[in-house]
Nanobody
């Protein structure tokens, strides 16, 4: 099992920045990829960004150039630096980890961007 705990959400004005963190614990050996999804009220959960063990990254088109995903050297913590936030970025952000094809989820952290 892998446990994920997110932090760093909150309320920010449009144009502002937030940094989300996600710490993995438990059986973290061989976590292949970690990343972030988000889900706004009434909408489907969508991928935001992910990073592999080899540090390859991929972003949703809607956040390219504004968000940056990174991972610490131990590979147990993933960060999402969010700049130039827009009201449409308002969502619950969920961290995930892929280990051996099994997907583990954090509890989610709310990000609210006011206009």
């Amino acid at each position: 099992q892998v446990q994920l705990v997110e932090s760093g959400g909150g309320l920010v004005q449009a144009g502002g920045s937030l940094r989300l963190s996600c710490v993995a614990s438990g059986n973290v050996f061989s976590i292949a990829a970690m990343g972030w999804y988000r889900q706004a009220p009434g909408k489907q959960r969508e991928i935001v960004a992910f990073i592999t063990g080899g540090a390859s990254t991929k972003y949703a088109n809607s956040v390219k150039g504004r968000f940056t995903i990174s991972r610490d050297n131990a590979g147990n913590t993933v960060y999402l630096q969010m700049n130039s936030l827009k009201p449409e970025d308002t969502s619950v952000y969920y961290c995930y980890a892929n280990r051996g094809g099994n997907i583990y989820w954090g509890q989610g952290t709310q990000v609210t961007v006011s206009s």
